[in-house]
Each structure stands twice: as C-alpha cells, then as structure tokens.
C-alpha cells in the first residue's frame, strides 16, 4: 500500500489530502526540518492546497445548484 505522499494527489479524499497538509505544515515548523527536502514539501503542499481549492469550490456551486433547485418558485 503506498503511503499518502507518493499517492497522487486526485486519488485522494479530501479528508487524506488535509491531513497530509497538516503534516507537511508540522514537518516544516519543526526544528529539524531537513532543508534538502523543504523544496518538494513545498511543492506537494502548494498542489494539495489548490487541490483542496478546488473541490471546496465544485462542493459550493453543486450545494448551491441543488439548493436553488429545491427553492419554491415566487
């Protein structure tokens, strides 16, 4: 089983992608961050924020959609 930071990021859930979010940040707050991996870390967190982003964003428009559907009409 691969672990979550080599798995690409749109297999994950939302939930998967977070919690590595919050342990790439807990990595790079540390004392002994390694320097020679700050680049990648940087980089995976960067594409796992607008991954994150974007799903928010297409939850947001599906709820509204299927709220204005449910709407009586005036």
Do not use: F, H
């Not at 002994?32 to 940087?42: H, M």
């Not at 939850?59 to 559907?69: G, H, Q, V, W």
Request: with cysteine; aromatic share 2%; glycine share 2%.
């Amino acid at each position: 089983m691969e672990s979550n930071e080599t798995k690409p990021i749109a297999e994950l859930s939302y939930n998967e992608a977070a919690a590595e979010l919050e342990k790439i940040l807990r990595i790079m707050q540390s004392d002994n961050c390694d320097v020679d991996r700050l680049a990648g870390l940087t980089r995976r967190a960067t594409a796992l924020i607008a991954e994150c982003r974007r799903r928010l964003t297409a939850t947001d428009e599906e709820l509204r959609a299927i709220l204005s559907e449910e709407q009586p009409e005036k």
